[in-house]
């Protein structure tokens, strides 16, 4: 059974940067699995930050930027702001008509 | 600017049913595929299913396979979502989302508000 792995916390000082990453325990991410990354807060739905691995979204600042890192998909931060503390979501295309979430990263920017 | 807006949701007893509707507009629905992703209390976000654009292929987790039906009607912009069988682990807020265009595997970009679901006796 393949699992989506993240990193459960991260922390970032204000201003500086933070690599998010999302593995798979089966093999390397590649940009088949067509990695996307969520941001979401409490209450909220899901914002979509990146798709197709390094695409942002509209609206999407440059400081959010994606790409493939060795065998993961990482989203870095760069230039963190205090709005930027959130629960952060990859999902990965699983090449058999299924998607996979991971399980999260909360982001403590302080 | 895409909307999705999800209605249905409610409190249902286990082993009943219930049905959730995605009313889309602002884009072309029926060059989309579509999906459901649901999320548990304090949990992290789960896919459930999706559906071709033409509604000619539909895929779904383990978990739900079997009980839960994805279906889309194109002359109306709407994406359902029947659930049979409910158990207390179904209870979350279900998000609709939009897939990629015209057989595209892109994960979904825009999402619904979501609705909730609770599973109680």
């Known amino acids: 059974q393949t699992v989506v792995t993240q990193e459960p916390s991260l922390s970032v000082s204000p201003g500086g940067t933070v690599t998010l990453t999302c593995g798979l325990t089966s093999r390397s991410v590649s940009t088949t699995h067509y990695p996307s990354w969520y941001q979401q807060t409490p209450g909220q739905p899901p914002r979509t930050l990146i798709y197709d691995t390094n695409t942002r979204s509209s609206g999407v600042p440059d400081r959010f930027s994606g790409s493939i890192l060795g065998s993961k998909a990482a989203l870095t931060i760069t230039g963190a702001q205090a709005d930027d503390e959130s629960d952060y979501y990859c999902?990965?295309?699983?090449?058999?008509?299924?998607?996979?979430f991971g399980g999260g990263t909360k982001l403590t920017v302080l | 600017q895409v909307q999705l807006v999800e209605s249905g949701g409610g409190v249902v007893q286990p082993g009943r049913s219930l049905r959730l509707s995605c009313a889309a507009s602002q884009f072309t629905f029926s060059s989309y595929a579509m999906h459901w992703v649901r999320q548990a209390p304090d949990k992290g976000l789960e896919w459930v299913a999706v559906?071709?654009?033409?509604?000619?292929?539909?895929f779904y987790a383990d978990s739900v396979k079997g009980r839960f039906t994805i279906s889309r009607d194109n002359s109306k912009n709407t994406l359902y979502l029947q659930m049979n069988t409910l158990r207390g682990d179904d209870t979350a807020v279900y998000f609709c989302?939009?897939?990629?265009?015209?057989?595209?595997?892109?994960?979904?970009?825009?999402w619904g508000q979501g609705t909730q679901v609770t599973v109680s006796s």
């Open positions: 989302a939009r897939g990629g265009v015209w057989g595209s595997y892109r994960s979904p970009d825009y």
């Open positions: 559906i071709w654009y033409d509604g000619g292929k539909k």
């Open positions: 999902v990965f295309y699983m090449n058999n008509g299924l998607w996979l």
